[in-house]
């Protein structure tokens, strides 16, 4: 309905708009044939997995990874300079550890009366409360209200994050999300989220005054970024807002992104129970009595690697990278004017037969036997992205999911229900 009601509202502007369009026409990027005005939108909005949609689509037209990626990078990109937090972000390992073996101990719990394990919903939990304590500081309980609250947030944000807002593509159209209700959504959404960093950074500001100069070690991010504010150390004006911001990007990105590599990593495990004896043997032999994985032992275990690092080429956890040009620039000969949203599809590279044998299946040898890099560099698989605008808790999110598997095989046995 909302898609009919914006073809019979352009319809009205359209010969408008037609005397107004320069006779001199870019030389646009080839793909399907396109209607007037809206182009491919009619495809983008019905298809239910854009990312398979658009490997599709790749197949009969171009592939330019690489170029927006590094050839191009410089214009593809504009990200400020946050060394301080990137290297906070890396020494949270006690934390990570002690998480860890809180979601064993509540496996076995499950394990000790015979249930059923929800893999997604305690992974998914365990991502949340990480990020919690990686970020303010905070461990809430599992079932109470203010852990409620902020799983809540989580969830509402992500639902409008998968939102389809008519003003992404026609900013003059935004009265058509007030109508669907999606703007009312979002703005509450925004205001719920604002009062409750409001809440914590008022916490964090009263806790630094009682706290000694020298106790940086204990800093969480949002301490971090309250002393990059107050020392204007960033390459950017860091206003209240933009910390609230990065905040929010941390949450989302931390919680999804950790929970969907570890639940796929065990999904396909499980369904190639081979692999997964010859992964856990590979552990077991090298654990021994020490009885619990440890971040020093994950560089031992190339196996374990080899499987997490196809598990991130398979099911990427950002199946698509998006990239907005800086300025008016060429792509294979093609004009690519400013502010062009350009979407990587990480999920269709890893299947690309002209750079993998075999693509489609599950086979964690191909990184034992050839020295490929998952980290950006090589374009065969991108879970992270590339350039400078790569994922900057990707470190933390490969030692995240490699302890966690690790520890998940090393104690218990798997099977699919």
């Known amino acids: 309905m909302l898609l009919l009601l914006l073809l019979l509202t352009l319809s009205i502007v359209f010969i408008h708009l037609l005397r107004k369009t320069k006779s001199a026409k870019a030389l646009d990027p080839p793909g399907p044939p396109r209607l007037p005005l809206i182009g491919n939108l009619h495809q983008i909005y019905t298809c239910k997995n854009l990312h398979q949609f658009l490997w599709q689509l790749s197949k009969e037209y171009v592939k330019l990874a690489k170029e927006v990626l590094k050839t191009q990078d410089h214009l593809f990109c504009n990200k400020p300079n946050f060394v301080g937090l990137l290297k906070k972000v890396q020494s949270f390992r006690p934390i990570r550890e002690?998480?860890?073996?809180?979601?064993?101990?509540?496996?076995?719990?499950?394990?000790?009366?015979?249930?059923?394990?929800?893999?997604?919903?305690?992974?998914?939990?365990?991502?949340?409360?990480?990020?919690?304590?990686?970020?303010?500081?905070?461990?809430?309980?599992?079932?109470?209200?203010?852990?409620?609250?902020?799983?809540?947030?989580?969830?509402?944000?992500?639902?409008?994050?998968?939102?389809?807002?008519?003003c992404d593509c026609f900013p003059g159209f935004g009265w058509m999300d007030k109508i669907s209700g999606l703007t009312r959504r979002l703005e509450k959404n925004f205001k719920e989220f604002d009062k409750f960093?409001?809440?914590i950074t008022e916490e964090h500001l009263k806790n630094k005054i009682k706290k000694k100069d020298d106790d940086d070690d204990n800093d969480d991010v949002l301490d971090v970024l309250i002393r990059l504010r107050e020392e204007k150390s960033c390459s950017i004006d860091l206003s209240?807002?933009?910390?609230?911001?990065?905040?929010?990007?941390?949450?989302?990105?931390?919680?999804?992104?950790?929970?969907?590599?570890?639940?796929?990593?065990?999904?396909?495990?499980?369904?190639?129970?081979?692999?997964?004896?010859?992964?856990?043997?590979?552990?077991?032999?090298?654990i021994g009595r020490k009885g619990t994985v440890d971040e020093d032992d994950l560089q031992k275990l190339p196996y374990l690697n080899a499987v997490i690092n196809e598990t991130f080429g398979l099911w990427p956890p950002a199946p698509l990278l998006v990239r907005a040009a800086v300025e008016k620039c060429s792509l294979d000969g093609n004009d690519i004017q400013q502010e062009t949203l350009v979407y990587i599809n990480a999920?269709?590279?890893?299947?690309?037969?002209?750079?993998?044998?075999?693509?489609?299946?599950?086979?964690?040898?191909?990184?034992?036997?050839?020295?490929?890099?998952?980290?950006?560099?090589?374009?065969?698989?991108?879970?992270?992205?590339s350039g400078q605008r790569i994922c900057a808790g990707r470190l933390m999110?490969?030692?995240?999911?490699?302890?966690?598997?690790?520890?998940?095989?090393?104690?218990?046995?798997?099977?699919?229900p």
């Open 347 to 385: 999920w269709a590279t890893a299947r690309d037969p002209d750079y993998w044998k075999n693509p489609d299946e599950f086979l964690p040898e191909r990184f034992l036997h050839e020295n490929i890099d998952t980290r950006g560099q090589d374009f065969g698989v991108l879970p992270f992205g």
């Open 397 to 416: 999110e490969l030692v995240t999911v490699g302890l966690i598997v690790a520890n998940l095989l090393n104690h218990f046995d798997w099977e699919l």
């Open 197 to 199: 960093y409001a809440e």
């Open 240 to 286: 209240w807002n933009t910390v609230k911001a990065l905040l929010i990007n941390i949450f989302l990105a931390g919680t999804d992104t950790n929970a969907v590599a570890i639940i796929w990593t065990m999904t396909l495990l499980m369904k190639a129970p081979n692999v997964m004896k010859k992964v856990q043997i590979e552990i077991r032999e090298l």
């Open 98 to 166: 002690d998480e860890m073996s809180h979601l064993v101990a509540r496996i076995k719990g499950f394990a000790s009366s015979s249930q059923v394990v929800n893999l997604n919903e305690i992974v998914t939990s365990f991502t949340s409360t990480l990020i919690c304590r990686v970020a303010f500081g905070k461990r809430y309980d599992e079932e109470g209200s203010d852990k409620k609250r902020f799983d809540g947030l989580l969830c509402e944000a992500k639902a409008m994050m998968a939102s389809f807002f008519m």
